[in-house]
């Protein structure tokens, strides 16, 4: 198997961390196990990315549409995100791991939200890898937010509306100051976006795996990097053109 070249590491690694509702039920276990079994996953991989690097990880660790999902579930997920918050903090430290939220916060309950601001106000001035949880997070629902903030502007006058452009909608998004995405992971065998990072993800280079993401772990980590290190990122120029860039 080749071995990876740090050097060509993915700058911004999004994760789509899917299947622990089914890796609990294959193994006729409640849901919420797949869930707790989810987030030794998340200390194993937030650790590898940090060692090897990683600039910015950004994990889809709860979406807009699931509060659909039952109560008891909702609550469950909410109380294990206190958890992981809270014991996480010291780690943080010691791997100079700085924390972020991206997501509508004004819809979580307000214990967490204290214990999200004070993960930010405690990791504020680290300066190795950022690390970004999706918490009631809305691709779409961000870009009308952004899309409100610059009306806004342009109806108090502040703004013309010819000056909007790509960097100024990138900047209004909860993502502003983070680049786009190179990579983005989702496990579990589904193939799709489901909303997370619609405007970051427009050049971003896909994998996806059948692996259940209680199962994901490093070496299914150093696969996906392995597979990315083997694409050729043209951004819709062609090979030769890109050759020459590099030369
Ligand atoms: C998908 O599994 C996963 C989620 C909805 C949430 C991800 C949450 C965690 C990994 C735990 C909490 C996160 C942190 C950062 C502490 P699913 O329930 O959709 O699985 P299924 O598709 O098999 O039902």
Not at 19 to 47: F, P
Not at 222 to 234: H, P
Request: proline content about 3%.
């Amino acid at each position: 198997m080749d071995t990876l070249k740090p050097e060509n590491l993915p700058e911004h690694l999004a994760v789509i961390m899917d299947g622990n509702g089914r890796w609990a039920e294959k193994r006729m276990l409640q849901r919420i196990v797949g869930h707790q079994k989810g987030v030794e996953t998340v200390r194993v991989i937030v650790e590898e990315c940090s060692r090897l690097g990683i600039r910015y990880l950004t994990l889809f660790a709860f979406s807009a549409e699931n509060w659909l999902r039952p109560k008891t579930e909702v609550k469950a997920l909410m109380a294990l995100l206190k958890k992981y918050i809270r014991a996480e903090i010291a780690r943080m430290m010691q791997n100079d791991i700085r924390f972020n939220v991206i997501g509508n916060r004004a819809d979580l309950p307000p214990d967490i939200d204290r214990e999200i601001q004070a993960a930010m106000d405690r990791t504020a001035n680290n300066r190795g890898m950022l690390l970004t949880l999706a918490l009631s997070y809305g691709g779409r629902q961000e870009i009308v937010t952004a899309a409100k903030t610059l009306a806004e502007e342009v109806a108090a006058g502040r703004l013309s509306a010819e000056a909007i452009d790509e960097k100024m909608l990138s900047g209004s998004l909860y993502t502003a100051g983070i680049p786009d995405p190179d990579l983005l992971i989702r496990t579990s065998g589904e193939m799709r976006i489901s909303n997370f990072l619609l405007w970051q993800l427009a050049y971003a280079e896909l994998y996806f795996t059948e692996v259940n993401w209680p199962d994901f772990d490093r070496n299914e980590l150093a696969r996906a990097f392995r597979d990315y290190q083997s694409r050729e990122r043209r951004f819709g120029m062609t090979s030769d053109q890109l050759r020459k860039e590099s030369a």
